[in-house]
């Protein structure tokens, strides 16, 4: 008898297959959408190509003007209250009134001698160690110190070098000797005729000293170091206001003169030309050998300045 075929339902069934254990559920990896979003910083404005330039300092007053005359060509107790372009363009346009000061202060010396009774000579001593005292002989300083740079020879670094230098040289003795001897001969000869014409002269050449220097601070001249006060006032004054100063110093130079009549009038103004042109001629030749001004040249073209004017009143 045939067996029974098997139906579904008797066929074994295989066994189940043993389940894979199944992981902790891991955090799901982050899409970029799913990320934070980092704060985002303003957008800034792109910088300008050109930064904008400095603001320019205030206009000096005629105040800050003569102190800073007062308080760095003179040795008076005068503050400096500002020490940038425009005070010491200020500043250069009042030294001609810092220059009469200490004329009339050397006048009055030697004026008081001669009333004491005193003789010429030690009248003009008096007059021209007053100038002296009332800058600390900074300018006869400069004016050795440039002849020694003048006279050595050397290009303008070693030149330059050498004026820096405490010493003074053969060259600065020998300026020193003959510019103190003429100062001194002239005065003495003025005095002689009278102290009103030494007193006048020593007005006249104090002015005329510190009139060279506004024009030496004249635009177009540079300075020879970047420190000092060359470079502080080196091309601070427009060409315009410096002659203009230094034709007012003429004028009073010539009123100073009218004392004795039309020709002393024309002849201290004379005077202070001739002052003025040998100062010119220095200052050129400074720049020549140097490449500018430097404190040493101020103190230079100050002493030149004041001789010139001595001698060339006594010649009248």
Known sequence: MDAPEPTDTDTPEPADEPTQPTEPNKPSEATESDEPSEPTEPARPAPPSNPPPPPHPPRASWEDGVRFAFG???????????????????GMLYAPLAGLTVGLCAASVGAALLLLGSG????AVGTVAVPAVLTRGLHLD???DTADGLGSGKPADDALRIMKQSDIGPFGVITLLFVLLAQVAALAELYGAGWPQGAVAAATAGVAARCALTLAARDGVPAARPEGLGAAVAGSVPAGPALGAAAVSVVVCALGGAAFGAYGAVHHALAALAALGAAELLLRHCRRRFGGI???????????ATTTALIATALG
């Open 72 to 90: 760095t060509l003179t040795a008076l107790p005068v503050r400096v209250t500002r020490w940038d372009r425009e005070a010491a363009r200020a």
């Open 120 to 123: 010429a000579l030690l009248a």
């Open 142 to 144: 400069g004016l050795a």
């Open 294 to 304: 430097t404190g040493d040249v101020f103190g230079a073209l100050a002493e030149t």
